[in-house]
């Protein structure tokens, strides 16, 4: 079963080609990392799922419909946390929250007063007083306390603290173990590590990777840092293995995946003492995508097309 | 560092910020001041014409009310009649509006903590406000006495109108400072000093129309009322007549006094908070909030009862001195005729109504524009995201609004015209009559405004980012094509193209239905279109 399916998608404003053949697979019942630097397309693939806004080409699949056709009868199965919350000044927060859960088709109301108590929001403030994260707060009480098949997170936790981070992560964790989808799109790295079963990278508005994390990191070089009796000799000449650095009877290299076996060999000749190996964190993946070796792209500003704020 | 640092910075930055707003305003007030002294020049042209003008206006307690009290029959006294009150609204309004722009609303906002983290004192902020305000009421009084000598009159006069109109701008940049300190958000800091303004007017309007006249009749005395209300004293300076600049001494002991007291205010309270708590609101929202329509009736509720309010001290003031109408214009040749001209019709008093009338459909008009354009400020700010994404429709969402909006201003134009009979009715001794004809006169305006309201369903279909710019220059033009049309003699097809030509002149002449059932159609086509355009296009946020 596939709850988002999306192949080739293209989007433009104007001159800017924000989605280039974009193509994402969700499947029913998984948490999926929807990864990518500012920019990438993530908030605009997520308008064109929600059928906010029009695809130029592709196709598009949402719960076995399509978002821009069948968009009311979607809506009722689904729930979502914008990347920017954006609430009216003279509504406090609870009314807020009711008023996103009623317009979904209703919402468990014991679920809505828990996760009150549990994200610390004060329902009676009015919503002009809110910071950024308690506003995220309230879209978030309401997508959560909605009784819904997919959840679309759109980097849902950029304004909160690491203490609500945590409840936050362990309300996804309990909605995957219900059964629920959701599409989580983020930049804290180690929150997509803790939750996502698949991830797809995006980049300039193209899918430059999609899998397991274990897959991503078949994909990838591990880093090692060995230390011998006697210095290492011809290593760099080995297949796979790559960036070789030598300091005294330590030495730091990286090696693709599934050239381990003759690596291993080689390095028995020179008596090894320690061997470590640092799996690579989905940081590491994503700036050896986007970040060339340097943290550039990652904070470049935007270019923000027309129409995709 | 002192509690002032950085306030030149600051100064710097509101100039800069508010470039093209101060300029505009700078122009406003001796544009208004140029076109009045320009068409009272041609109306009253001669002595005779001024000394009637004066006579009558001293008489009437509604021109008393209105324009303030007069004071002799030279050029400059009618001038400064005719101009006060829009020259007043003017200077307070813009004064309030900068004031709490460049304080309240920068802390709501956030901008005020950046900059309160940097080397800026305490009281900066409100120092830099205020001294950009009242720079631009100096410049804006200074260009208002050049056109105005430029206009031929006498250069004293025109100087002590320039400063009593800088004078109010002053006393109320004063009053915003101190309820920028109160309300805890730029919306309630400009409600409270607008409520103000409406107070000031109201107390000056009674003290005026308490007043009593002198002995040769063409000044009034006010009565105490006036001397308590910032707008009363630049009247009470007399331009062109006493010039009486000590006057002035109150207001400027009234500003340091209120100025005092918000520095004060400010030195008591935390950054971002009001001396009003912002008040909370209910936790669990009420069944009627929970559906589109009911969200789009919390959002517009507000404009929707302030209109109402405004209409009905309008219509029940306009109503009552509808008997009073021929001592008010019948020893003057011009007035008469342009009523008559204008309601095209020569019983006087209906022709007066159904003027009133006009004014009340393009005043609703109005709220329609705004009501509809509710619309895009939705969908900018963000909030149409949230709710199009949940199981509302498009279709469902656009109509919730546009609901209050022809609904609104259906009520409003009923109310208007109930409340104008109701004020004719007690003075002309027919209460249920007047109200019955005048409320179907009122209804009978709605179709033109329905029409504009379409249209700003079209506009926002179409060319959403250009929509509010757009809609209210197209009630612009229909404003201008109803008040100048006719004067300007402007070739029919021209003023067919305002919805506002197609309506008949009730009471006076009897409502045909044709044109108000093609009005609506157009309103309903309108309308139509806009939501297929709306429905086919991209969600443009921001």
Redesign the interface.
């Known amino acids: 079963m596939t709850a988002i399916s999306v192949a080739g998608l293209v989007k433009t404003f104007g001159a800017t080609r924000a989605l280039d053949e974009l193509d994402l697979t969700v499947r029913s019942g998984e948490v999926h990392g929807f990864l990518g630097p500012n920019g990438a397309g993530k908030s605009t693939t997520i ?1 064109i799922l ?5 695809r130029d080409a592709g196709e598009v699949g949402v719960l076995g419909g399509d978002p821009w056709r069948d ?3 979607l ?2 199965r689904l729930a ?1 946390v ?1 990347g ?12 807020a ?4 859960g ?4 209703g919402l468990d109301r014991a679920r809505r007063d828990e996760l009150l108590r549990r994200f610390d929001l004060d ?4 919503c ?2 809110y910071s950024k994260g308690n506003r995220q707060k309230v ?1 978030i009480v309401a997508a959560f306390a909605s009784d819904v098949e997919l959840l ?1 997170l759109d980097e849902p936790t950029s304004g909160l603290d690491p203490l609500m981070e945590a409840v936050f992560r362990e309300y996804v964790a309990a909605l995957r173990d219900a059964g629920r989808t959701v599409l989580l799109s983020s930049h804290v790295m180690s929150e997509v590590e803790a939750l996502c079963d698949r991830v797809s990278i995006i980049r300039a508005g193209r899918t430059v990777e999609s899998g397991t994390l274990a897959e991503l990191r078949h994909l990838t070089r591990t880093p090692m840092t060995v230390e011998t009796e006697r210095p290492v000799a011809g290593l760099a000449e080995l297949a796979g293995v790559h960036a070789v650095t030598a300091s005294g009877a330590t030495t730091r290299f990286e090696v693709e995946s599934g050239t381990l076996d003759p690596v291993l060999a080689h390095l028995a000749r020179f008596g090894v003492r320690a061997l470590t190996s640092t799996p690579p964190t989905l940081e590491e993946l994503f700036m050896r995508h986007y970040g060339d070796g340097s943290e550039v792209a990652v904070t470049a500003p935007r270019p923000v097309p027309v ?1 995709a ?1 | 560092m002192t509690a002032f640092t950085g306030t030149t910075r600051l100064t710097r930055l509101a100039l800069r910020r508010d470039r093209v707003k101060l300029l505009v305003w700078a122009l406003a007030v001796p544009g208004v001041g140029a076109a009045v002294a320009q068409s009272v020049s041609g109306i009253y042209g001669t002595e005779s014409d001024r000394i009637g003008y004066a006579t009558t206006s001293a008489a009437s307690v509604v021109a008393r009310a209105f324009n303030g009290p007069v004071s002799g029959p030279s050029l400059g006294s009618v001038v400064t009649a005719e101009a006060y009150t829009m020259l007043a609204l003017l200077a307070a309004l813009l004064s309030t509006f900068a004031v709490v722009r460049h304080t309240r609303q920068n802390e709501e906002t956030g901008r005020a903590e950046l900059l309160g983290s940097a080397v800026v004192g305490r009281h900066a902020p409100l120092t830099a406000a205020l001294l950009t305000t009242v720079a631009a009421n100096v410049l804006s009084g200074l260009l208002l006495a050049l056109v105005l000598v430029a206009g031929d009159l006498p250069v004293a006069g025109s100087l002590a109108l320039g400063a009593a109109i800088t004078g109010i701008g002053v006393s109320f940049a004063a009053i915003a400072a101190v309820t920028a300190q109160i309300s805890g958000t730029a919306r309630g800091a400009n409600g409270m000093a607008a409520a103000v303004v409406g107070l000031a007017f109201l107390l000056r309007a009674a003290g005026d129309a308490w007043g009593t006249v002198s002995a040769d009749g063409m000044r009034v005395v006010s009565a105490w009322p006036s001397w308590l209300s910032p707008l009363g004293w630049a009247n009470q300076v007399q331009p062109f007549d006493g010039n009486r600049w000590p006057v002035l001494a109150l207001t400027a002991g009234f500003s340091l006094l209120a100025i005092g007291t918000a520095f004060v205010l400010t030195a008591h309270r935390d950054l971002g908070s009001g001396v009003l708590a912002v008040r909370r609101g209910p936790a669990v929202a009420a069944r009627g909030l929970l559906n589109p329509g009911g969200l789009a009736w919390r959002l517009q509720r507000g404009v929707v009862l302030g209109w109402a309010i405004g209409i009905l001290v309008m219509g029940l003031s306009m109503g009552s001195v509808g008997d009073q109408l021929d001592s008010f214009v019948g020893e003057n040749e011009a007035a008469s005729e342009l009523i008559a001209q204008l309601g095209g019709t020569e019983e006087l008093v209906d022709a007066f109504l159904g003027t009133m009338m006009a004014m009340f459909a393009l005043a609703v008009a109005g709220f329609a524009v705004q009501a509809v354009l509710r619309l895009r400020a939705e969908e900018a700010a963000g909030t149409l995201e949230g709710i199009l994404a949940t199981a509302v429709g498009r279709p469902r969402w656009l109509l919730s609004h546009l609901l209050w909006a022809a609904l609104g201003a259906v009520v409003l134009l009923a109310l208007a015209g109930a409340s104008t009979g109701l004020g004719y009715g007690l003075v002309s001794g027919d209460v249920p009559g007047e109200v019955a004809r005048l409320t179907v006169a009122g209804l009978v305006q709605a179709p033109a405004a329905l029409v504009l309201a379409g249209l700003v369903v079209v506009l926002f279909g179409l060319l959403p980012r250009l929509s509010v710019a757009l809609s209210w220059s197209a009630f612009l033009l229909c404003v201008l094509l109803g008040q100048l049309g006719a004067l300007l003699e402007l070739p029919q097809p021209v003023l067919n193209l305002s919805p506002f030509t197609h309506l008949p002149a009730v009471p006076a002449a009897d409502p045909s239905a044709t044109p108000l059932v093609l009005l609506l159609a157009v309103a309903v086509a309108l309308t139509g279109l806009g939501l297929a355009t709306f429905r086919r296009r991209d969600l443009a946020i921001g």
């Open positions: 308008r929600l059928g906010l806004l029009r968009a009311v009868a809506h009722r979502y914008p920017d919350v954006n609430l009216w000044p003279n509504l406090s927060g609870g009314e929250i009711d008023l996103f009623s317009l979904r088709g329902p009676t403030k009015k002009r007083t879209a679309v129409g704020r």
